[in-house]
């Protein structure tokens, strides 16, 4: 693997007793049908691994602790996020540890294990890119006195369909694959120690099952809205996408890497 320059601005101050979780412990299915072997966190996009652009969006906004989730059965993603989180570390005096999912733990099982020391766990996706305010949004939870607090954002989607209006039996429009906004999780999320508790150990739990857990319990699920540039990263053509997005937004992507 070919070492990338490491610049990374940590000038922001460290945000107090929060650590931060990469969940990269799937098995990145769509990303290898359409574009090869190597394990989606580590597809690069304008020349820098979707791993090493949270590792580094991370550390810039004052997050000097972060585990990275990876499964056992990726061994050579486990020694890429080894050999790039040591450099982010050296670079930034931060430390980067690797949690081995000896068994598959889903979505979110791997907070468990990573978040029951600290004051809040920040849990994001190495397959998503953005540009979200992690200060206030960790603001948010902590004010709102939640268990979990997920980031959301609209995000518009298509209708494949012809959509129609009708009043009685007239039709009264005719929209042609209408695009809606729909407020959707950005697949970052803070936990409470005690959420991180909750979280049955040894086997897999994803985000549904933990919101449905925290609920019956009575506990306080936040929503934090945002506005930031945003995108899920799952095949090829995303990452034409991905591109462009961090192009359109350099200054808060911490440069395009090229």
């Known amino acids: 693997m070919t070492a990338t320059p490491m610049t990374i601005d940590v000038a922001a101050p460290q945000i107090a007793g929060v650590k931060a979780l990469v969940m990269a412990g799937g098995r990145a299915a769509r990303m290898r049908k359409s574009s090869g072997a190597a394990h989606k966190a580590l597809t690069p996009v304008l020349g820098i691994s979707l791993l090493e652009r949270n590792l580094r969006m991370l550390l810039r906004q004052g997050l000097p602790a972060i585990t990275i989730a990876v499964s056992a059965r ?8 080894r050999e790039i989180g040591g450099r982010c570390a050296e670079a930034s005096g931060a430390r980067v540890d690797i949690f081995i999912e000896e068994q598959p733990l889903g979505t979110i099982g791997a907070a468990r ?3 029951t020391d600290c004051a809040a766990l ?3 996706n190495v397959d ?3 540009t979200l305010n992690l200060r206030r949004f960790i603001g948010w939870h902590r004010d709102q006195m939640a268990a979990m607090t997920i980031a959301t954002h609209w995000e518009p ?3 494949p369909y012809g959509e129609v209006v009708v ?3 007239a039709v009264t429009a005719y929209l042609e694959k209408p695009a809606r906004p729909i407020r959707i999780s950005s697949g970052t999320y803070v936990l409470s120690p005690e959420a991180c508790g909750h979280i049955a150990p040894d ?3 994803n985000v549904p099952d933990l919101f449905d857990l925290l609920t019956r319990r009575g506990a306080t699920v936040s929503a934090f809205v945002h506005h930031a540039p945003w995108i899920d990263v799952n095949d090829a053509f995303d ?3 991905a591109e462009r997005l961090v192009r359109e937004h350099a200054a808060e992507f911490g440069g395009t890497g090229q």
């Not at 990726?74 to 996020?81: I, Q, S």
């Open 157 to 159: 989607f298509t209708i």
């Open 167 to 169: 009043q009685g039996d």
């Open 113 to 115: 294990a990573a978040g």
């Open 74 to 81: 990726e061994p050579a993603l486990a020694d890429a996020c």
């Open 239 to 241: 990452v034409s996408r």
């Open 128 to 130: 998503n890119l953005t």
């Open 122 to 124: 920040l849990v994001v």
């Open 203 to 205: 086997r897999a739990v």
